[in-house]
């Protein structure tokens, strides 16, 4: 038996998120699904981050065993054949060692949340940035973000519903990037907590608009009252942009 590891993109628009779910299609089920049709039997992925619904990957990563030997290029091949009517791409497949696990082994994941600032509603980009069409202050925002920069406890910024043990979790760098009408934020951290990113965005957003402070956003993270936060982000704009291992 052989582990593979393989590097996936996909728009999230159609599915109900990452994981499989009980009520709706899921990018892992639209994988797994390939493969049985390739090796005629189940088998199981495991990927680096769980999206959630909407949400999109330019570098999702993904591991499973096979029983039945192939070459990396011919499972690609492979995928992308029975994925082709699926916004999914298989961008390449490697043999990896027995040990590896794509989420327990990453030490670096990065995420990009795309808005487009301006009047005009989106064609190309919708589902795949937030429209707003008040002005947002840029510099404002770039001072804001660094808040959210080393270790804290971030628990006005993730689910209800979240799972985790924890709600500490370290920023280890955060950038804002505007050219013309697009903003580019991003956030590199080991591990997020269900929401975390589409929360601070959120945030962000009212410290652009001039309705919320720095110091407004400083005090909602030093609360941690989940009731303090701002609304959520649309998870459109959001992207897992890169895992390092």
């Known amino acids: ?10 728009d999230g628009t159609a599915f109900v ?12 089920e639209a994988i797994e699904q390939s493969l ?14 769980r999206t959630d619904t909407g949400v999109h990957a330019k570098e999702q990563v993904i591991h499973f065993d096979l029983t039945t030997e192939l070459e990396e290029g011919k499972i690609t091949s492979a995928l992308n054949h029975y994925l082709k009517k699926e916004l999914i791409s298989i961008l390449n497949t490697e043999v990896v060692d027995s040990n590896f696990d794509s989420r327990r082994n990453a030490t670096l994941r990065t995420y990009e949340y795309i808005i487009v600032n301006r009047n005009s509603p989106l064609a190309i980009t919708k589902n795949k940035a937030w429209h707003i069409s008040a002005p947002l202050n840029i510099e404002l925002m770039k001072e804001a973000i660094k808040v959210f ?7 006005t910024f993730r689910a209800a519903s979240c799972e985790a043990t924890s709600p500490i979790r370290t920023i280890e760098k955060t950038n804002i990037i505007q050219h013309q009408e697009q903003i ?3 956030f590199e951290s080991r591990s997020f907590l269900q929401h975390q990113v589409r929360s601070m965005v959120g945030a962000l957003k009212l410290v652009g608009e001039g309705k919320w402070s720095v110091e407004n956003l400083k005090l909602a993270l030093e609360a941690k009252d989940r009731t303090k936060c701002a609304a959520l982000a649309p998870p459109c704009g959001l992207y897992l942009v890169k895992v390092r291992y």
């Open 1 to 10: 038996m052989k582990r593979y590891k393989c590097m996936v993109e996909y």
């Open 17 to 28: 998120g990452w994981q499989r779910q009980v009520n709706g299609y899921s990018v892992q």
């Open 36 to 49: 049985e049709n390739i090796f005629q039997e189940k088998i199981r992925i495991y990927g680096s981050g």
């Open 149 to 155: 920069e080393g270790d804290h406890d971030f628990t």
């Open 184 to 186: 580019v934020i991003t």
